[in-house]
């Protein structure tokens, strides 16, 4: 089949996410001007850059992640695996803002070590991030399409040693999980390695 987005695509649900996906999780916790608390997860996160090291975690509207980021320019990162997976969804739920999810969910906040938001304890890793800059992205005829785009800059990385094999932060040991299209989830159950190839006249 093909279709033009604009123009509807007849199946049961939008397929879009279905095809861009797996998708990485920013479970994203952040702190307000104010002192208040966010727990939320974002499906449309990544890492895109090494050097600085730079992610990024797109808001469907102005939510509190995005917002609370924006007043503070700090945000952390924190891995969601399988074991924290109902939490993770839990964190989700529509609360009224100030509502912290670390507690609706049963969730510990550890304090960062250079960022003044806190992270998830429980989480095998996290990012402690600072804000770098937050756009509106247009679409082609223009107009914004209501999605805040919060880049930040990783200025810190924790790392439960447990997860570490020979040197190496074990994926498939933390049971990372990624956001699918629909309903669905994924689990990283096994990896496979590949190297680039050079170039041969």
Not at 57 to 82: C, I, P
Not at 154 to 182: C, P
Request: proline letters at 7%; a negative charge.
């Amino acid at each position: 089949m093909f279709y033009q987005p604009e123009d509807g695509h007849g199946l049961p649900h939008d397929p879009f996410k279905a095809i861009v996906a797996p998708r990485p999780i920013g479970w994203i916790s952040s702190r307000n001007a104010a002192g208040e608390l966010n727990l939320a997860p974002y499906s449309f996160f990544n890492a895109i850059s090494t050097h600085p090291h730079l992610v990024l975690f797109s808001s469907e509207g102005a939510k509190d992640s995005a917002t609370f980021a924006g007043e503070t320019g700090e945000f952390v990162a924190n891995l969601a695996t399988r074991a924290l997976a109902e939490k993770m969804n839990a964190s989700a739920v529509d609360a009224p803002r100030g509502t912290s999810e670390f507690g609706y969910a049963g969730l510990t906040s550890a304090p960062s070590r250079i960022v003044s938001v806190p992270r998830v304890a429980e989480a095998p890793a996290a990012l402690e991030c600072k804000v770098t800059e937050i756009i509106q992205p247009k679409g082609l005829a223009g107009r914004p399409g209501g999605v805040h785009v919060v880049f930040g800059e990783v200025v810190g990385v924790h790392i439960d040693d447990a997860f570490l094999t020979d040197g190496l932060f074990d994926i498939v040991k933390a049971g990372t999980i990624a956001r699918l299209g629909y309903m669905d989830y994924a689990q990283v159950l096994e990896t496979f390695a590949m190297r680039r190839p050079r170039w041969q006249d």
